[in-house]
């Protein structure tokens, strides 16, 4: 091994072990007799370095870690796991090699923004792309593959109440870190309005921002471009957790909006029940089916039938 992989494994041990100003006065002295490297055994160096690095926080494993985290993880895990019991081969089946998505959703990062809100059964129906801000510019190639490759009818655009991101926006970031201070420059709202009408007025850019990228799905009926603010404070005095459409293809106005067809709200019913094919010949069944003993929802064998038990 060459003197200079030698002083880089040397570094590497001392700060690890945080011993960085006893290697501080040793290395200088080590350097005065080694000859300049070139950029190869730098970058040698270097990646032995970062793989001393990465091997030694592998090894502090559970003893520097967060204490939440080991609970974190255990919680996902279990609701992964109840999450198989539940979900048999039959509910992944029409989505196993494709997806068919309805609609292409942008939306906040924010925890709060809830997908089941938006769907009761959201897997493989939406393609969600997820950012601060619900932006277009921050995440054009993911739009465009839902728009131009899953060819959804629809592009939904989501800001919500208590946005953070349109709240550090409207304010002086500049202390925020390179990659963060760059997806907020993109967010054109007024400094010093960190509220609803802030959060509309990113929503009503977003939807411009994607009319002008999709004006050729747009203007032949392809593609819907539509705006919303999900409110789960009630700040729009709708409800708790309502969808607040406000824009649609432009459209801005609450009336316009309000008295366009898609707007019609579908009249509560009650679950269908499942529909068997019918069979030419069928025994009398063992006991009466009704709303509270409906069929059995598989069209393959029946579960048997059992006594009742006292």
Do not use: W
């Amino acid at each position: 091994m060459n003197q200079s992989v030698r002083l880089a494994l040397l570094g590497a041990v001392f700060m690890l072990s945080g011993f960085m100003a006893v290697f501080a006065v040793v290395a200088p002295a080590l350097a005065a007799d080694m000859p300049p490297m070139s950029d190869a055994e730098k970058e040698k160096i270097r990646l032995i370095v970062k793989e001393v690095i990465r091997e030694y926080a592998a090894s502090l494993n559970e003893k520097q870690g967060h204490g939440a985290a080991n609970d974190i993880v255990r919680d996902i895990r279990q609701a992964n796991t109840n999450f198989m019991r539940t979900h048999g081969p039959a509910h992944f089946k029409p989505f196993l090699d494709s997806q068919h998505p309805r609609a292409t959703v942008i939306t906040c990062s924010d925890s709060r923004v809830h997908t089941h809100a938006l769907d009761a059964s959201p897997d493989g129906d939406l393609f969600m792309i997820r950012n601060i801000g619900n932006q277009i510019v921050t995440a054009e190639g993911s739009v465009e593959y839902g728009v131009h490759h899953l060819h959804t009818p629809l592009l939904l655009i989501i800001g919500h109440s208590a946005c953070g991101a349109i709240k550090a926006a409207a304010s002086d970031y500049a202390k925020e870190s390179g990659p963060i201070r760059r997806e907020l420059d993109t967010i054109q709202i007024p400094k010093g309005d960190p509220g609803l009408n802030s959060i509309k007025l990113n929503v009503n850019n977003q939807v411009r921002q994607a009319m002008s990228k999709f004006e050729n799905e747009v203007i032949s009926g392809h593609l819907t471009v539509m705006g919303a603010v999900y409110d789960f404070r009630n700040d729009m005095q709708q409800g708790q957790g309502r969808l607040n459409i406000i824009n649609v293809n432009g459209e801005t106005d609450a009336a316009k909006i309000a008295a366009m067809e898609m707007m019609k709200e579908t009249p509560a019913h009650k679950p269908m029940r499942v529909m068997r094919r019918p069979i030419a010949k069928k025994a009398p069944p063992a006991e009466a089916e009704s709303e509270e003993n409906p069929p059995p929802a598989s069209e393959h064998a029946k579960p048997a039938k059992h006594a009742p038990s006292h």
